[in-house]
């Protein structure tokens, strides 16, 4: 490690982290490190003056689970929520199993992927379709975000001087058809795609469709073309969906055209698989 680290500090709680932190406001959190060190590609790591270490909070650890959604410390790592086994929604475990491999998802934390500071990276766009929610703290205060509107704004901007995503809480609901994507190829980075389908007695009651690249996309007036039709769908219903989305993807500009293809053609898969 590079000599220029003068100070490392390692809070219990969080009365002791935001009063280092109103000590030190140039802090850098830390928590797994990998967004420190993977963009630097050097043997000697160059760290920031001061670390602020969140590992020994205690709360920041935790995982616990009602009937209706599990709360995930923001500390907890992607390999201990890939270890929950069938407790944690589909999507969300293979998001996390696509992550790097066994040796980062053992040090990046969800709370860390959700924040990255440069971008967007993959469990946004699942934890965006599922609806979770954020707990945000200041030293005053915590408040409740959902994860679309945390996400929706660029990652720069999310947080409150200051301000520290402690917990997420993902509710356990049952999809009937769920369907994850990561992108590979050309452009590849950071693209992926979730497709969610809640039916009853063969009646669309529910569908989410996200899309991640530098934003996130999601289009709620093309889903509600088919909230309430019947199952299978009609083949014109099914096209009709097709068309939304292309007229939608068409006024993004921050796409280009082979992502473009890629998605409608993810997207019509899976519409075709509810059709007849």
């Not at 109103?22 to 993977?38: D, E």
């Not at 935790?62 to 201990?80: C, D, H, N, P, Y």
């Not at 969610?196 to 996309?217: E, F, G, P, R």
Request: glycine share 4%; proline share 5%; net charge neutral.
């Amino acid at each position: 490690m590079a000599d220029q680290l003068n100070l490392a500090l390692f809070p219990s709680s969080y009365t002791e982290l935001f009063s280092s932190w109103n000590r030190y406001p140039q802090a850098v959190l830390y928590a797994g490190g990998t967004a420190l060190t993977r963009e630097q590609g050097k043997l000697t790591i160059e760290l920031p003056p001061v670390l602020l270490s969140l590992d020994r909070i205690e709360e920041l650890n935790r995982i616990s689970r009602t009937e209706r959604f599990i709360e995930i410390g923001a500390m907890v790592k992607l390999s201990q929520i890939i270890e929950l086994g069938k407790i944690v929604p589909a999507v969300l475990r293979e998001c996390l199993e696509n992550i790097a491999g066994p040796p980062l998802r053992n040090m990046a934390t969800i709370g860390g992927n959700i924040c990255f500071p440069e971008r967007r990276l993959d469990s946004s766009a699942v934890l965006s379709a599922l609806e979770a929610q954020f707990e945000l703290r200041t030293a005053q205060s915590s408040r409740w975000i959902s994860a679309p509107r945390f996400l929706s704004a660029p990652s720069k901007n999310t947080l409150a001087p200051q301000e520290l995503l402690t917990r997420i809480r993902i509710p356990l609901e049952n999809w009937d058809y769920s369907k994850y994507k990561k992108f590979e190829g050309h452009s590849s980075r950071g693209r992926v795609a979730v497709f969610l389908v809640k039916t009853q007695k063969d009646v669309l009651n529910d569908i989410k469709i996200v899309y991640k690249t530098s934003l996130i996309l999601r289009d709620r007036d093309s889903e509600s073309i088919l909230v309430g039709k019947h199952l299978p769908l009609g083949q014109k219903i099914a096209a009709d969906f097709i068309t939304h989305w292309k007229d939608f993807l068409s006024g993004v500009h921050d796409i280009d055209e082979l992502s473009r293809h890629e998605l409608l053609n993810f997207i019509e898969i899976n519409v075709n698989n509810l059709s007849e």
